[in-house]
């Protein structure tokens, strides 16, 4: 038989352990994936990610690699290919989204190191682009 005082102290750790949950597994649940009509063009701000997350699996399943041409977006289709310009140096780069990050108020999408080198984004770390999807894997 389990005692009084065991009791409470299991609902105390269990309430404790629900409060350090992430978000996502709270019941937040992420949007639907969105494969964005080929032409669509969206401009906000862009932030590059590399040695942290190099070698480590993307939320597509395939292995992260900081120098390739590839893109992380909230909510866009994996497989979107979308074209960046850098405004700043008008500088473009065609990268293909194949991973998610979490929804940051202002930033449209988190270019690999390797694009973000290619229209001069990594020195600043962030900066204004215009995105246009040039492929899109529902065909649109």
């Not at 979107?80 to 930033?107: A, I, M, Q, W, Y």
Request: with cysteine; proline share 9%.
């Amino acid at each position: 038989m389990i005692r009084p005082p065991t009791v409470l102290a299991l609902a105390v750790l269990g309430l404790l352990l629900a409060g350090c949950a992430h978000p996502r597994s709270r019941g937040a649940p992420r949007p639907a994936p969105v494969a964005p009509p080929v032409g669509t063009v969206v401009e906000g701000v862009a932030s590059w990610y590399g040695p942290g997350f190099h070698g480590r699996r993307t939320a597509s399943g395939e292995v992260y690699d900081q120098d390739g041409l590839t893109a992380a977006h909230y909510d866009w289709a994996f497989g979107t290919r979308v074209e960046v310009t850098l405004l700043s140096t008008g500088r473009s780069v065609l990268v293909r989204v194949n991973d998610r990050f979490p929804p940051f108020k202002g930033r449209l999408i988190d270019l690999s190191r390797g694009a973000a080198r290619r229209i001069g984004l990594v020195g600043p770390g962030i900066g204004q682009v215009r995105v246009e999807v040039v492929e899109s894997p529902g065909g649109s």
